[in-house]
């Protein structure tokens, strides 16, 4: 079945810095790709997707890219912010939310 | 802000008690989820709904069942909880149609049974 592991499962950045958060998955039928931000004390919140017949997509301070081949995405940061700290997930399906697949997380935290 | 209400938010039980989680959402969503996390952990499916009298079991093994009567309403059961049972239960829903769509979270419901 779909693996997705998720890197690093901390990082620290500076305030004003980027940040990046990797993803790969393991099913190359895997065509959906969201990104999650969980707050401390509150559900996750979708802040980006990516589907697989795009290979960027932007959003502001926020960016996503995808590599089919290679079978990893990732999530970059620009211009880091203290708001921007929480826990970001990654996941990957077959275009349907009953098949999420996970990613571990990663804890970012942003020194002022 | 999440439209998709959870209650309660904390939950302190012993072991042996039956617990329903309750779960509701405002948006007319038909789809709806439970999941089960340990704090700042990955996120489990164990249950969800492709909407009235549907209900399936997720990839995650759990002894706590789930009803869906009413489109806004997904409460979870455990008829007898344990010390395993303590997690944080995340109840989501998406809109109808195909393929994915946002997932609404609610803010959870920590559970710790003792």
């Known amino acids: 079945g779909e693996n997705v592991e998720q890197h690093p499962s901390t990082l620290s950045v500076q305030e004003g810095d980027s940040a990046v958060i990797k993803c790969t998955y393991s099913?190359?039928?895997?065509?959906?790709f969201p990104w999650y931000k969980q707050e401390l004390g509150k559900g996750p919140q979708l802040i980006i997707d990516i589907r697989s017949n795009v290979g960027e997509k932007k959003d502001q301070r926020i960016a996503v890219t995808l590599n089919k081949t290679a079978k990893h995405f990732s999530l970059h940061i620009t211009e880091t912010q203290p708001e921007d700290s929480a826990v970001y997930f990654c996941a990957a399906s077959v275009e349907s939310n009953y098949q999420l697949i996970w990613g571990a997380g990663t804890k970012l935290i942003i020194k002022p | 802000e999440a439209d998709i209400y959870q209650t309660p938010r904390y939950l302190v039980i012993g072991t042996g008690k039956k617990i329903t989680l309750e779960c509701s959402q405002t948006?007319?969503?038909?789809?709806m989820y439970w999941y089960q996390q340990d704090p700042g952990m990955e996120l489990h499916l164990i249950h969800y709904s492709y909407g009235v009298n549907s209900t399936e079991k997720g990839d995650l093994s759990s002894e706590s069942t789930v009803s869906r009567i009413r489109t806004e309403h997904f409460p979870l059961t455990l008829e007898s909880a344990r010390p395993s049972h303590t997690s944080q239960y995340l109840c989501a829903s998406s809109d109808p149609g195909q393929g994915s769509s946002p997932l609404h979270f609610g803010n959870g419901t920590r559970l710790t049974v003792t």
């Open positions: 948006m007319g969503h038909d789809k």
């Open positions: 099913d190359s039928a895997s065509n959906y």
